[in-house]
C-alpha cells in the first residue's frame, strides 16, 4: 500500500477516489496557464469547475513543447509572447482558488530551472495538489517523485499504450494522485475518432492500480469521452477546450457541461434508443439528444442522449428543438407533440404528430 | 568515459515521453548487439569506403600555414565524404540499423540540410520512406539542400513554430516520432538527443578521428579543432586523441554577431545546466527555463544546446571551446578558398576562423589538426548574399 500523500496532493487524490467510490466519471479540463491572461485564466477556471469538471490541469507554457500539437503549442507561445512565468500560473491557481482540485503540467526544463525543491514546495503552497511532466519517464523522474511527494505534492506519472506490463505496473506503483493513460501514438490535438489503442491501455491499467486511470490526448467530443469512460474511469480534455479560448468562438464551459453530460449518461446496451443507430432519417442531432424519423409511425421525434428521464427544462429544451423540425414538416399550427412513450417508456424521447392525425405523412397508415 | 544508464557525469540522460521509451530501448540493444558484430561492422565499414568515399584525405596546408605564419596545418577532409559533409558517416550506420529493426520510414531534422541531404541519401540507398524537418528560416537560407532532399526523394516538411530554426525542426521531428515510433527510425544527426543517441552518434562518427590518428602515423597533433553545433564532427574527430591528454582538444562554437550582443550559439560558452530534446547539457535559456534562439550565419551551428559529451568535457576540463563570429567565418571562408582552393562550409570555416586568429600564439613547431567537416558549395549564394550587403552597407 502506498505511503499516505498529505498535503494538496492528498486531498487530489482523495477527492478523485472518492468520484470512482461513488461510480462518477472523472472530467479533467485542461487550460494554458495564464493565457489569455491571469485574470482571463482565472474566470476560465471558475467556469470549467462550475461546468462540471472535476479537476483542472494548468498547463505552465514551454518554448518546446514537443508532447503538444498545433493547438496548444499556439496558446503557449502566445502565453510566453505576453510574457508568463510560472508563477503567473500559480497566481492563477491562488486567485482562481475553484472547489475542485488543480494540477499542473509543464515541461521538465522549468521545473529544473527553479529548482525542483522550490518548484514542489511552490506548487503545494499555491494549493496545487499534482504535477505532470510528460517529459520525465520512470529512468528519471524518481528524485522528482520523492521531493514533489515529500511536500504533498502528486507526481502524476504518464502510462504509455506501447509500454510492457512491467512498465506499466511500476508507472501504476510509483504514480500518484491519477495514473495519466495516453490513449493514442501521438501528441495533443482533436482527432476525429477514439483510437483503438484508448481502451487497450485503459483496461491495462484498470486491474494495476485503485487509483483513477484518466485517458488523455485526442479527447475532444462528448461522445469520445463517454465512449473512453467505458472502460476508463475519466478523461483530459486540452485541445479542444484551449482551441475555443484561442479562437474565442463556443464557450469552454459548454464544450465541458457537454462532456459531463455525457459522461453521466446512463446507457443500456439492449435498449435501441441508447444505441442511436442511424436506421431512418436524421433531422437534427447534438450533443444532448437526436431528432430522427420514427421508424415506427414515420413522425420526427426527439431522443434525448441518456437513459431515462431528464429534469423538466432539459426536456422543455428537447421539446424547444423538436419543435422547430415539426415546422419544417408539418408547417406552423400543423403538428402536435406526443409526450406518450410507449413502446420504451424509460428513455425519454417525444413524438410530433401532424394535426389531426397519428402517423406521418410518410406511413401507409397515415391518414387524409 | 561513463555512459551508464546513457550519463556523461550529470549529463545526458534520457528525457523523452513515455511513448518513446520502447523505441529507445530497441534502439540502445540493436546498436549494441550490431555494434559487437563483425558482420555489421564489415558491412558499414565497406558502405563506408566503396560508398562514401572513405577514408578521406589528410590535406597539408601549406600556403595557409605559410600566410598565418604559424605552426603547420593539416585538414582532415570530411568535405570530400559522400554529400559533402562528415554527415554520411552517421546516417548509414543509423541507416543499417533501422533495417535491421524493420524499421520502414526515416525522419530527421537538419539545420543547414547537410544532415537532411545525408539522410535522404541513406533512405534513398536503402529504399527507406524519407521525411525531414527543416525550420522555415533554413529552408530559405539553405535552398540548395532543399532541392538537393527533393531530389533523392525525400518529402522536406518546412516548420514555422517558435524560432523556424534547427530547434524547431527537432521539436517537430520527435512529435512524428511519438506518433509513429513503431515504423519509423528518427536519425538524430548529432551527438544529441537522449541515450543513446549521443554515445551512439559519437561511435559512428569516431572513424573521423580514428582514421586521422592512423593516416598521422608517429605524428601527433598538438591540437585538434572543430567547429561545434551539436557536436558531432568534434566529438567524431576527438574520439581519436581523447585517451591522449597531451592532445588539445578545441571546440569552436558559433559567436554569431559576438558573445556580448546576445546573439549567437556559444552554448558551452555562456549556456547553463538543462534539459532539451531528451537530454541534459548545457543550454541557451532564460531564467525561466525558456529556450532562447540561438544566432549564426551557420544554420548548422544556430542551435541553442550541445551534445551532452561536450558539456562533460568542458566541465572535466578535457576539452576547451572558443567562439567566431559570424564575420571571422566569412573572412576565415575566403582565406581557405584563397590560400588551398577549398571552400569550406560556414560550419567549418569556423574552426578554419579559430585557427586564423591563434595560430600565430602557438609554437612555431605544433601540429594543428583541422577538421575541415563539410564543403561550402551550399552556403555560396548566401556567402554573396553576406558579403554584398556588407559591401553595400
Given at each position: 500500500?502506498?505511503?499516505?500523500?498529505?498535503?494538496?496532493?492528498?486531498?487530489?487524490?482523495?477527492?478523485?477516489?472518492?468520484?470512482?467510490?461513488?461510480?462518477?466519471?472523472?472530467?479533467?479540463?485542461?487550460?494554458?496557464?495564464?493565457?489569455?491572461?491571469?485574470?482571463?485564466?482565472?474566470?476560465?477556471?471558475?467556469?470549467?469547475?462550475?461546468?462540471?469538471?472535476?479537476?483542472?490541469?494548468?498547463?505552465?507554457?514551454?518554448?518546446?513543447?514537443?508532447?503538444?500539437?498545433?493547438?496548444?503549442?499556439?496558446?503557449?507561445?502566445?502565453?510566453?509572447?505576453?510574457?508568463?512565468?510560472?508563477?503567473?500560473?500559480?497566481?492563477?491557481?491562488?486567485?482562481?482558488?475553484?472547489?475542485?482540485?488543480?494540477?499542473?503540467?509543464?515541461?521538465?526544463?522549468?521545473?529544473?530551472?527553479?529548482?525542483?525543491?522550490?518548484?514542489?514546495?511552490?506548487?503545494?503552497?499555491?494549493?496545487?495538489?499534482?504535477?505532470?511532466?510528460?517529459?520525465?519517464?520512470?529512468?528519471?523522474?524518481?528524485?522528482?517523485?520523492?521531493?514533489?511527494?515529500?511536500?504533498?505534492?502528486?507526481?502524476?506519472?504518464?502510462?504509455?499504450?506501447?509500454?510492457?506490463?512491467?512498465?506499466?505496473?511500476?508507472?501504476?506503483?510509483?504514480?500518484?494522485?491519477?495514473?495519466?493513460?495516453?490513449?493514442?501514438?501521438?501528441?495533443?490535438?482533436?482527432?476525429?475518432?477514439?483510437?483503438?489503442?484508448?481502451?487497450?491501455?485503459?483496461?491495462?491499467?484498470?486491474?494495476?492500480?485503485?487509483?483513477?486511470?484518466?485517458?488523455?490526448?485526442?479527447?475532444?467530443?462528448?461522445?469520445?469521452?463517454?465512449?473512453?469512460?467505458?472502460?476508463?474511469?475519466?478523461?483530459?480534455?486540452?485541445?479542444?477546450?484551449?482551441?475555443?479560448?484561442?479562437?474565442?468562438?463556443?464557450?469552454?464551459?459548454?464544450?465541458?457541461?457537454?462532456?459531463?453530460?455525457?459522461?453521466?449518461?446512463?446507457?443500456?446496451?439492449?435498449?435501441?434508443?441508447?444505441?442511436?443507430?442511424?436506421?431512418?432519417?436524421?433531422?437534427?442531432?447534438?450533443?444532448?439528444?437526436?431528432?430522427?424519423?420514427?421508424?415506427?409511425?414515420?413522425?420526427?421525434?426527439?431522443?434525448?442522449?441518456?437513459?431515462?428521464?431528464?429534469?423538466?427544462?432539459?426536456?422543455?429544451?428537447?421539446?424547444?428543438?423538436?419543435?422547430?423540425?415539426?415546422?419544417?414538416?408539418?408547417?406552423?399550427?400543423?403538428?402536435?407533440?406526443?409526450?406518450?412513450?410507449?413502446?420504451?417508456?424509460?428513455?425519454?424521447?417525444?413524438?410530433?404528430?401532424?394535426?389531426?392525425?397519428?402517423?406521418?405523412?410518410?406511413?401507409?397508415?397515415?391518414?387524409? | 568515459?561513463?555512459?551508464?544508464?546513457?550519463?556523461?557525469?550529470?549529463?545526458?540522460?534520457?528525457?523523452?515521453?513515455?511513448?518513446?521509451?520502447?523505441?529507445?530501448?530497441?534502439?540502445?540493444?540493436?546498436?549494441?548487439?550490431?555494434?559487437?558484430?563483425?558482420?555489421?561492422?564489415?558491412?558499414?565499414?565497406?558502405?563506408?569506403?566503396?560508398?562514401?568515399?572513405?577514408?578521406?584525405?589528410?590535406?597539408?596546408?601549406?600556403?595557409?600555414?605559410?600566410?598565418?605564419?604559424?605552426?603547420?596545418?593539416?585538414?582532415?577532409?570530411?568535405?570530400?565524404?559522400?554529400?559533402?559533409?562528415?554527415?554520411?558517416?552517421?546516417?548509414?550506420?543509423?541507416?543499417?540499423?533501422?533495417?535491421?529493426?524493420?524499421?520502414?520510414?526515416?525522419?530527421?531534422?537538419?539545420?543547414?540540410?547537410?544532415?537532411?541531404?545525408?539522410?535522404?541519401?541513406?533512405?534513398?540507398?536503402?529504399?527507406?520512406?524519407?521525411?525531414?524537418?527543416?525550420?522555415?528560416?533554413?529552408?530559405?537560407?539553405?535552398?540548395?539542400?532543399?532541392?538537393?532532399?527533393?531530389?533523392?526523394?525525400?518529402?522536406?516538411?518546412?516548420?514555422?513554430?517558435?524560432?523556424?530554426?534547427?530547434?524547431d525542426a527537432t521539436n517537430e521531428a520527435l512529435r512524428d516520432w511519438v506518433a509513429t515510433v513503431g515504423e519509423t527510425h528518427y536519425i538524430i544527426g548529432s551527438v544529441v538527443g537522449p541515450h543513446p543517441y549521443p554515445f551512439m552518434v559519437r561511435e559512428l562518427q569516431s572513424v573521423i578521428g580514428c582514421e586521422a590518428s592512423q593516416q598521422l602515423g608517429d605524428a601527433r597533433p598538438d591540437v585538434v579543432v572543430a567547429c561545434v553545433g551539436g557536436g558531432s564532427n568534434a566529438m567524431g574527430i576527438f574520439r581519436g586523441f581523447v585517451d591522449d591528454?597531451?592532445?588539445?582538444?578545441?571546440?569552436?562554437?558559433?559567436?554569431?554577431?559576438?558573445?556580448?550582443?546576445?546573439?549567437?550559439?556559444?552554448?558551452?560558452?555562456?549556456?547553463?545546466?538543462?534539459?532539451?530534446?531528451?537530454?541534459?547539457?548545457?543550454?541557451?535559456?532564460?531564467?525561466?527555463?525558456?529556450?532562447?534562439?540561438?544566432?549564426?550565419?551557420?544554420?548548422?551551428?544556430?542551435?541553442?544546446?550541445?551534445?551532452?559529451?561536450?558539456?562533460?568535457?568542458?566541465?572535466?576540463?578535457?576539452?576547451?571551446?572558443?567562439?567566431?563570429?559570424?564575420?571571422?567565418?566569412?573572412?576565415?571562408?575566403?582565406?581557405?578558398?584563397?590560400?588551398?582552393?577549398?571552400?569550406?562550409?560556414?560550419?567549418?570555416?569556423?574552426?578554419?576562423?579559430?585557427?586564423?586568429?591563434?595560430?600565430?600564439?602557438?609554437?612555431?613547431?605544433?601540429?594543428?589538426?583541422?577538421?575541415?567537416?563539410?564543403?561550402?558549395?551550399?552556403?555560396?549564394?548566401?556567402?554573396?548574399?553576406?558579403?554584398?550587403?556588407?559591401?553595400?552597407?
Amino acid at each position: 500500500m502506498a505511503e499516505v500523500l498529505g498535503g494538496p496532493g492528498g486531498e487530489l487524490e482523495a477527492a478523485l477516489l472518492e468520484k470512482k467510490a461513488a461510480g462518477r466519471k472523472v472530467l479533467i479540463a485542461y487550460l494554458t496557464g495564464a493565457f489569455p491572461s491571469v485574470e482571463g485564466c482565472v474566470a476560465l477556471m471558475r467556469e470549467v469547475a462550475d461546468a462540471g469538471a472535476d479537476l483542472i490541469e494548468l498547463g505552465i507554457p514551454f518554448s518546446d513543447p514537443v508532447m503538444d500539437g498545433p493547438v496548444i503549442q499556439r496558446a503557449s507561445e502566445a502565453a510566453l509572447q505576453s510574457g508568463t512565468a510560472p508563477a503567473d500560473v500559480l497566481e492563477c491557481v491562488r486567485l482562481a482558488d475553484v472547489p475542485i482540485p488543480v494540477a499542473v503540467m509543464t515541461y521538465f526544463n522549468p521545473v529544473f530551472r527553479h529548482g525542483l525543491e522550490r518548484f514542489a514546495s511552490d506548487c503545494s503552497e499555491s494549493g496545487v495538489g499534482g504535477v505532470i511532466i510528460p517529459d520525465l519517464p520512470l529512468e528519471e523522474s524518481g528524485e522528482w517523485e520523492e521531493i514533489a511527494k515529500g511536500v504533498g505534492v502528486a507526481p502524476i506519472l504518464l502510462a504509455a499504450p506501447n509500454a510492457a506490463d512491467e512498465r506499466l505496473a511500476e508507472v501504476c506503483e510509483r504514480s500518484r494522485g491519477f495514473v495519466y493513460a495516453i490513449s493514442l501514438l501521438g501528441v495533443t490535438g482533436e482527432r476525429d475518432s477514439l483510437s483503438e489503442v484508448a481502451s487497450a491501455i485503459a483496461g491495462r491499467l484498470a486491474p494495476m492500480t485503485n487509483l483513477v486511470v484518466a485517458l488523455g490526448l485526442g479527447i475532444s467530443t462528448p461522445e469520445q469521452a463517454a465512449e473512453a469512460c467505458q472502460v476508463a474511469d475519466g478523461v483530459v480534455v486540452g485541445s479542444a477546450i484551449v482551441k475555443r479560448v484561442l479562437e474565442d468562438h463556443g464557450s469552454p464551459a459548454e464544450l465541458v457541461a457537454a462532456m459531463r453530460a455525457a459522461m453521466d449518461a446512463e446507457k443500456d446496451p439492449h435498449c435501441l434508443l441508447c444505441r442511436a443507430e442511424r436506421v431512418t432519417h436524421w433531422f437534427y442531432d447534438d450533443d444532448e439528444c437526436w431528432i430522427a424519423e420514427c421508424d415506427q409511425c414515420d413522425t420526427p421525434m426527439v431522443v434525448w442522449r441518456s437513459h431515462g428521464m431528464p429534469a423538466d427544462e432539459v426536456a422543455d429544451r428537447l421539446k424547444a428543438k423538436l419543435e422547430s423540425v415539426a415546422i419544417e414538416v408539418y408547417g406552423e399550427k400543423g403538428y402536435w407533440f406526443d409526450p406518450m412513450m410507449r413502446n420504451i417508456p424509460d428513455h425519454f424521447h417525444c413524438h410530433v404528430r401532424p394535426a389531426g392525425g397519428f402517423f406521418g405523412p410518410g406511413s401507409p397508415l397515415a391518414t387524409g | 568515459m561513463s555512459s551508464a544508464r546513457g550519463r556523461f557525469g550529470s549529463f545526458g540522460g534520457t528525457f523523452v515521453p513515455e511513448t518513446l521509451i520502447p523505441a529507445l530501448e530497441e534502439l540502445e540493444s540493436a546498436f549494441e548487439e550490431s555494434w559487437a558484430d563483425s558482420e555489421f561492422r564489415a558491412e558499414l565499414d565497406g558502405l563506408l569506403h566503396s560508398y562514401a568515399g572513405r577514408p578521406t584525405p589528410l590535406t597539408e596546408a601549406a600556403r595557409l600555414s605559410a600566410e598565418l605564419g604559424g605552426p603547420r596545418i593539416l585538414l582532415k577532409r570530411e568535405d570530400l565524404a559522400h554529400t559533402g559533409s562528415h554527415k554520411i558517416n552517421n546516417c548509414l550506420g543509423q541507416a543499417l540499423l533501422a533495417v535491421r529493426m524493420g524499421k520502414t520510414r526515416v525522419i530527421a531534422e537538419t539545420g543547414a540540410g547537410q544532415h537532411g541531404v545525408a539522410t535522404a541519401t541513406v533512405a534513398a540507398l536503402f529504399g527507406l520512406e524519407c521525411t525531414i524537418y527543416m525550420g522555415a528560416e533554413d529552408v530559405a537560407r539553405q535552398s540548395l539542400n532543399v532541392l538537393r532532399m527533393q531530389l533523392l526523394g525525400a518529402e522536406v516538411r518546412p516548420v514555422e513554430s517558435g524560432s523556424r530554426t534547427l530547434k524547431d525542426a527537432t521539436n517537430e521531428a520527435l512529435r512524428d516520432w511519438v506518433a509513429t515510433v513503431g515504423e519509423t527510425h528518427y536519425i538524430i544527426g548529432s551527438v544529441v538527443g537522449p541515450h543513446p543517441y549521443p554515445f551512439m552518434v559519437r561511435e559512428l562518427q569516431s572513424v573521423i578521428g580514428c582514421e586521422a590518428s592512423q593516416q598521422l602515423g608517429d605524428a601527433r597533433p598538438d591540437v585538434v579543432v572543430a567547429c561545434v553545433g551539436g557536436g558531432s564532427n568534434a566529438m567524431g574527430i576527438f574520439r581519436g586523441f581523447v585517451d591522449d591528454p597531451r592532445v588539445r582538444l578545441v571546440g569552436v562554437e558559433a559567436a554569431g554577431l559576438g558573445i556580448e550582443s546576445g546573439r549567437h550559439g556559444a552554448t558551452l560558452s555562456r549556456g547553463v545546466p538543462g534539459v532539451l530534446h531528451g537530454s541534459m547539457s548545457l543550454l541557451l535559456q532564460d531564467e525561466f527555463g525558456q529556450i532562447l534562439e540561438a544566432h549564426s550565419i551557420s544554420a548548422g551551428l544556430d542551435y541553442p544546446g550541445v551534445g551532452p559529451e561536450h558539456a562533460y568535457l568542458k566541465e572535466s576540463g578535457r576539452a576547451e571551446y572558443a567562439t567566431a563570429t559570424d564575420a571571422e567565418a566569412l573572412d576565415a571562408v575566403e582565406l581557405l578558398a584563397k590560400t588551398e582552393g577549398i571552400i569550406p562550409a560556414l560550419e567549418s570555416a569556423h574552426a578554419v576562423a579559430w585557427v586564423a586568429r591563434e595560430a600565430v600564439s602557438l609554437p612555431a613547431d605544433s601540429l594543428i589538426l583541422l577538421n575541415l567537416s563539410g564543403r561550402g558549395d551550399k552556403d555560396v549564394q548566401s556567402i554573396a548574399g553576406y558579403r554584398g550587403s556588407l559591401t553595400d552597407g
